[in-house]
């Protein structure tokens, strides 16, 4: 029970962790170049360096995952959300995404996990885990490289808002949809600075 004085209300077993990443998950399924749009993405482990992420099981994509045993993790810009959205929305099986959407592809380290060169960072995995979680697998992949634009860098570093990176909220399903990255508000450990002063 909530405590009456406390204004919250209950909304049930929402997946309310927002904002999430909004990715293009590459695979190749029979010898063709396909993405789907992935929401449910994020890091797992540091060493080995890791990543996972959950596709829907009647996706067209896992048939590609699951052959290969790998995966691309491209990262779209918020120049690509008409892209990213369309992705997300059709299935490789009716539609060659890779033509309608203009993506120009490159291949990196690992055959069979096609890069969308428009996407400012991409990364090749190799499947480490497959976990089946109700409706969706959930792949852990190691990562084997990283890729970024080079206008994406200032000074040496990769610059957040060259970047300029497209998110994915779900709070109501009148506000789900893409966002951009908002404002910069500290440097990690910034704050905890400034209070040991005090």
């Known amino acids: 029970m909530l405590p009456e004085n406390l204004d919250k209300r209950k909304m049930g077993a929402l997946q309310?962790?927002?904002?999430?990443?909004?990715?293009?998950?590459?695979?190749?399924?029979?010898?063709?170049?396909?993405?789907?749009?992935?929401?449910?993405?994020?890091?797992?482990?540091?060493?080995?360096?890791t990543m996972s992420i959950a596709i829907r099981n009647i996706r067209y994509s896992l048939?590609?995952?699951?052959?290969?045993?790998?995966?691309?993790?491209?990262?779209?810009?918020?120049?690509?959300?008409?892209?990213?959205?369309?992705?997300?929305?059709?299935?490789?099986?009716?539609y060659n995404k890779v033509e309608e959407c203009g993506f120009?592809?490159?291949?990196?380290?690992?055959k069979n996990a096609p890069l969308i060169a428009q996407c400012p960072i991409n990364i090749e995995c190799e499947v480490l885990q497959n976990i089946n979680i109700g409706d969706h697998s959930l792949f852990?992949?190691?990562?084997?490289?990283?890729?970024?634009?080079?206008?994406?860098?200032?000074?040496?570093?990769?610059?957040?808002?060259?970047?300029d990176l497209l998110c994915f909220c779900t709070l109501t399903s009148k506000s789900m949809g893409y966002y951009k990255v908002g404002e910069f508000l500290a440097y990690n450990g910034s704050i905890m600075e400034k209070r040991e002063t005090k």
């Open 16 to 49: 309310l962790l927002n904002p999430r990443p909004a990715v293009l998950v590459g695979t190749f399924i029979d010898d063709k170049p396909n993405f789907i749009t992935v929401s449910w993405a994020g890091i797992t482990s540091a060493s080995p360096p």
């Open 63 to 94: 048939k590609g995952i699951l052959q290969n045993k790998t995966f691309s993790v491209n990262i779209p810009s918020t120049d690509l959300v008409k892209e990213t959205e369309f992705c997300g929305n059709v299935s490789g099986a009716d």
């Open 104 to 110: 120009k592809i490159f291949n990196g380290k690992i």
């Open 140 to 163: 852990i992949g190691e990562i084997v490289e990283t890729y970024i634009s080079e206008d994406c860098f200032t000074n040496d570093n990769p610059d957040i808002n060259k970047i």
